[in-house]
Each structure stands twice: as C-alpha cells, then as structure tokens.
C-alpha cells in the first residue's frame, strides 16, 4: 500500500439507496483522516495527502495501542456541549502547534472510524481487497480493544434505521448518512460505489485553480459536481483563503487559463473538493463554505 493514499469518496445522492445489500453509516461532521499505525509511531494523514499529525496528537498517541500495519479511514470529530463542532476541527486544523496543543487541552479529538484497510491480524494489507462487511466486523474487533478517543462510527444494514439516524440525530452533529454496498472491496480514489445524503445546503466542487498569491488566494477556480466547465468563486474571507492556501500550498501549477467568461486563474492540479452553497449553481456565485 503506498502512502498517501487516496481516500474513497461518496457520491451526493437525494435519497438512500434501497435493495438488499446496502450498509449506511452516520455521516459526521469532521475533518477526514487516514490514520495509519508505523513501526515507528502513527501518522495522520488529511484527505489531500498532507501530514497532520501534529495537529492531532491527541488522536495520534492513543492510536499507539493499534499493532504496527494498521491503517484507518476515519474522521477527526471534536464534541462541544453535546454536539460535534466543525469550527472547532476547523480552527484546530488551521492553527499554529502552540495552539493546536492549547485547543487539544481544551476541547480533545475523537476518530469516528469508518473503515479499516489493514492490519496484521486480519490479512494485513489484502484486508482493504476483502467486502465491506468483513472489513466492518474487523474494524469493531480492533478497536473494541483500544477503545476512546477512537471509535467506529455508528452503522446499520436496516434503512429504516439509518433513515431515523438522519431525522433525529442533526442537533448531535450527524450531517448524514453513507450508504456501502455490504459486498464491496476499498474504493480507493473511486467516488462511484459510495452513497451520501446529507442535511447541508451545499454542492461539492473541485478546485481546479486560484486567483491571487497561493498561499492566501482571492477567489477559488471550482469545477461544480454538477458542471462541466470551471468558474471563479466568489471573493474568499481572510480566514478561509489562509486555510485554503495552506492545503494547496504544495499543488503544482499547470498553467494559465481562462473561464468561459474571460477570467484567468492559475491553474492547478489538485484533489482538493469544496462545499460551496446549493442555491449558487449554474446562473449564480459560487460561494465557498469550506473545504472537505
């Protein structure tokens, strides 16, 4: 398995699918992360590729209990008054180490776990080629013996159930539900066998270049899920753009190009996905919420 890898990703549908064999799994909202157990110690990886475990330690050293070969797909959540806080994964994701500590002390991490890839007692990597179903029972095996902060996210082969999960668990931070066919290998890169629905308003866009200095641009180039020609967002507060230029940083550049209205942006070659508001669509500004 080469690292980083590339995560799976789900596909926004309106409603869940049905039919036997589907598997749906509460949609929490956090920071996605791969975290991945060396012989040496853990290392957490966003959903870009970049190393961020020094943002995490509070996930990375208790995730020191997993045997050397373990690799996890998960989510980085932080619970505040009940509730999961994406501001705060946010704000702790885009600080300086001092501070991430200082949060950390403050307001500490949990991994939703939603996927195991490897481990040396279940097929080591070969584990991420088996079914949905095994790698579940694997994944709840595993950390019934390591326990919190990291555990796996609530899930269910009923839809009924999941449907329920998805009316009435919003306030406690659940933006979803995730539907897996039970018979499936890791969909490495693939964004075709996974379902999501989801309470927020927004669309998924790709980043396909910037406006302004990399490291803190002015307007975002996005690719609409929905679309098949780029356009420019609309201008980035000061937060967002530090945040968004920290996580391109490291994308090479490809060239100059023009949006069909003229514009020019600094093309990039990235996996970088957005959210941006839905009622901003073809006619609209592009409005960028935050990165996924």
């Known amino acids: ?12 549908v309106p ?14 909202d956090g920071h996605r992360m791969i975290l991945r157990r060396t012989d040496d110690g853990v290392v957490c990886y966003s959903r870009t590729g970049r190393t961020v475990t020094s943002h995490w330690m ?3 050293v208790p995730a020191m209990a997993l045997p050397p070969g373990t690799v996890l797909d ?6 505040n008054a009940g509730t999961a806080d994406f501001g705060a994964v946010q704000a702790r994701a885009a600080s300086t180490l001092d ?7 403050r307001l500490p991490a949990t991994y939703a776990a939603f996927d195991i890839l490897a481990h040396p007692d279940h097929g080591g990597d070969a584990l991420a080629a088996r079914p949905y179903t095994k790698r579940r029972a694997a994944l709840v095996d595993v950390l019934a013996d390591v326990g919190p902060p990291l555990q796996p996210v609530l899930a269910t082969a009923d839809r009924d159930t999941a449907l329920q999960w998805y009316e009435t668990l919003q306030p406690q931070g659940v933006e979803g539900i995730v539907a897996k066919p039970g018979s499936s290998p890791y969909p490495f890169g693939g964004r075709t066998l996974w379902r999501k629905i989801r309470h927020a308003d927004t669309t998924d866009a790709r980043v396909v270049g910037t406006v302004g200095p990399r490291r803190r641009p002015r307007r975002l180039a996005l690719l609409p899920d929905t679309e098949s020609r780029p356009r420019l ?9 530090a945040w968004l230029g920290a996580l391109l940083a490291d994308a090479p550049t490809t060239g100059e190009h023009r949006t069909t209205s003229g514009e020019t942006y600094t093309a990039l070659a990235t996996d970088l ?11 609209g ?4 919420v935050r990165a996924r």
């Open 74 to 79: 998960g989510e980085a959540v932080i619970w």
């Open 99 to 105: 501070r991430a500590r200082a949060l950390a002390a």
């Open 58 to 60: 509070d996930l990375a």
């Open 233 to 241: 967002s609309a201008p980035l507060d000061a937060a967002l753009a």
């Open 15 to 28: 409603t869940l699918p049905t039919g036997p064999g589907w598997h749906f799994e509460i949609k929490l």
């Open 1 to 12: 398995m080469q690292f980083p890898i590339r995560p799976a990703l789900a596909r926004a």
């Open 285 to 288: 500004t592009l409005n960028v």
């Open 273 to 283: 996905v957005v959210e941006v508001l839905a009622g901003t669509g073809r006619h």
